[in-house]
């Protein structure tokens, strides 16, 4: 009785659980995903440029039996789309382009039906411009022979549109091939080269570049289907704008915080960016300017994400709050969705944040 009289004369808030501490429960939260035998994930959490998370989990080589380490390299398919888009805004910033301008103006081999076909269209991917990797059979033959940039577009140059452009959202590798294009024409430089003189050199950006299946590339992982099984085998050549570099954790972050500074190009660009696309009949298709914007918690969150060779990448930011979450996996969903999974370390971050304010 003595020590029941004792326990109630506590304030609950002594009888409380304490919150676990938050870099363990990020840890907690990507780990109860991941087997360690099975591929896996190198992931970075950041608050205000701040690591909370930086860790990797599973296997970046099954058969090796070499373990992911966040210093590793992954092909990053689509968040590619995020530096095409900085790449076309850089050079906008610079009056080297209009975005509300037609395509045609920049790349003279436009087929009629595209004259009224924007840049703008195609970073908002509203183009109506056929998607080549849409076709049946793309990914089983044609994605698996190297290809020039060129001829990733010259396919559905006869064909008609799909819809008038701006009317319809419809996600469009091609759109973004086609961007590559013109940030070749307008710059004087491939597309590779300029991501890499202007966005990745002048960031330190060490382990950002093309992802050529033909080259030896330091420190990257290894794929996986479901199995495992090896990757899906696809040319690189065919990913170029649309989905073809690789990069690391802590570039990707760093990338994105330059960014959303207005280091790489203005805060009025990165704005446009950021805001979500509306069409004409008043819809808003949830995508910005090479980006994917959405809430969590009633805050914003913009970045991208990414899948091929089974690699899934998700590069995300929470801008109200300065939170960064990236994660890289070699495999086909071992650890199930990388959106979700962003979502909830961004989320536990959040509350604790809005925890800590609210005492």
């Given at each position: 009785?003595?020590?029941?009289?004792?326990?109630?004369a506590l304030p609950l808030a002594a009888l409380a659980a304490p919150p676990a501490p938050l870099p363990g429960a990020l840890d907690a939260l990507v780990a109860a995903r991941f087997k360690p035998e099975l591929p896996g994930v190198a992931a970075l959490v950041l608050k205000d440029g701040q690591p909370l998370l930086r860790k990797g989990y599973g296997m970046a080589n099954v058969e090796l039996g070499v373990p992911v380490r966040p210093e590793h390299v992954f092909r990053i398919g689509s968040?590619?789309?995020?530096?095409?888009?900085?790449?076309?805004?850089?050079?906008?910033?610079?009056?080297?382009?209009?975005?509300?301008?037609?395509?045609?103006?920049?790349?003279?081999?436009?087929?009629?039906?595209?004259?009224?076909?924007?840049?703008?269209?195609?970073?908002?991917?509203?183009?109506?411009?056929?998607?080549?990797?849409?076709?049946?059979?793309?990914?089983?033959?044609?994605?698996?022979?190297?290809?020039?940039?060129?001829?990733?577009?010259?396919?559905?140059?006869?064909?008609?549109?799909?819809?008038?452009?701006?009317?319809?959202?419809?996600?469009?590798?091609?759109?973004?091939?086609?961007?590559?294009?013109?940030?070749?024409?307008?710059?004087?430089?491939?597309?590779?080269?300029?991501?890499?003189?202007?966005?990745?050199?002048?960031?330190?950006?060490?382990?950002?570049?093309?992802?050529?299946?033909?080259?030896?590339?330091?420190?990257?992982?290894?794929?996986?289907?479901?199995?495992?099984?090896?990757?899906?085998?696809?040319?690189?050549?065919?990913?170029?704008?649309?989905?073809?570099?690789?990069?690391?954790?802590?570039?990707?972050?760093?990338?994105?915080?330059?960014?959303?500074?207005?280091?790489?190009?203005?805060?009025?660009?990165?704005?446009?960016?950021?805001?979500?696309?509306?069409?004409?009949?008043?819809?808003?298709?949830?995508?910005?300017?090479?980006?994917?914007?959405?809430?969590?918690?009633?805050?914003?969150?913009?970045?991208?994400?990414?899948?091929?060779?089974?690699?899934?990448?998700?590069?995300?930011?929470?801008?109200?709050?300065?939170?960064?979450?990236?994660?890289?996996?070699?495999?086909?969903?071992?650890?199930?969705?990388?959106?979700?999974?962003?979502?909830?370390?961004?989320?536990?971050?959040?509350?604790?944040?809005?925890?800590?304010?609210?005492?």
């Amino acid at each position: 009785m003595k020590a029941l009289g004792l326990l109630l004369a506590l304030p609950l808030a002594a009888l409380a659980a304490p919150p676990a501490p938050l870099p363990g429960a990020l840890d907690a939260l990507v780990a109860a995903r991941f087997k360690p035998e099975l591929p896996g994930v190198a992931a970075l959490v950041l608050k205000d440029g701040q690591p909370l998370l930086r860790k990797g989990y599973g296997m970046a080589n099954v058969e090796l039996g070499v373990p992911v380490r966040p210093e590793h390299v992954f092909r990053i398919g689509s968040t590619t789309k995020l530096f095409t888009v900085t790449a076309i805004l850089l050079l906008a910033d610079e009056g080297k382009l209009v975005l509300d301008a037609p395509v045609a103006r920049y790349l003279a081999d436009a087929p009629p039906q595209w004259s009224k076909v924007t840049l703008l269209h195609l970073l908002a991917h509203t183009s109506g411009i056929p998607n080549l990797s849409m076709d049946s059979g793309y990914w089983r033959t044609t994605a698996r022979l190297d290809h020039q940039p060129e001829e990733l577009v010259a396919p559905v140059r006869a064909r008609p549109l799909d819809f008038e452009p701006g009317a319809r959202f419809a996600y469009n590798n091609t759109g973004y091939n086609r961007l590559g294009l013109v940030i070749e024409k307008v710059s004087g430089q491939g597309y590779y080269d300029f991501i890499e003189a202007r966005i990745a050199r002048p960031l330190g950006l060490k382990h950002t570049a093309a992802g050529d299946d033909r080259q030896l590339i330091p420190g990257l992982v290894t794929g996986y289907q479901l199995g495992p099984k090896p990757a899906w085998i696809l040319a690189g050549s065919n990913l170029y704008a649309a989905g073809g570099l690789v990069s690391t954790v802590d570039d990707l972050a760093a990338f994105m915080l330059a960014l959303q500074a207005g280091q790489i190009v203005s805060p009025a660009s990165v704005a446009r960016m950021n805001a979500g696309h509306v069409l004409p009949n008043g819809e808003a298709t949830g995508y910005g300017l090479g980006t994917w914007v959405r809430r969590v918690n009633g805050k914003r969150l913009v970045g991208h994400g990414g899948y091929i060779f089974n690699f899934y990448s998700q590069l995300e930011m929470d801008v109200d709050s300065g939170i960064v979450a990236v994660t890289l996996h070699n495999g086909d969903r071992f650890g199930g969705d990388n959106e979700e999974l962003s979502k909830g370390l961004i989320a536990a971050v959040q509350e604790q944040a809005a925890g800590a304010a609210a005492k």
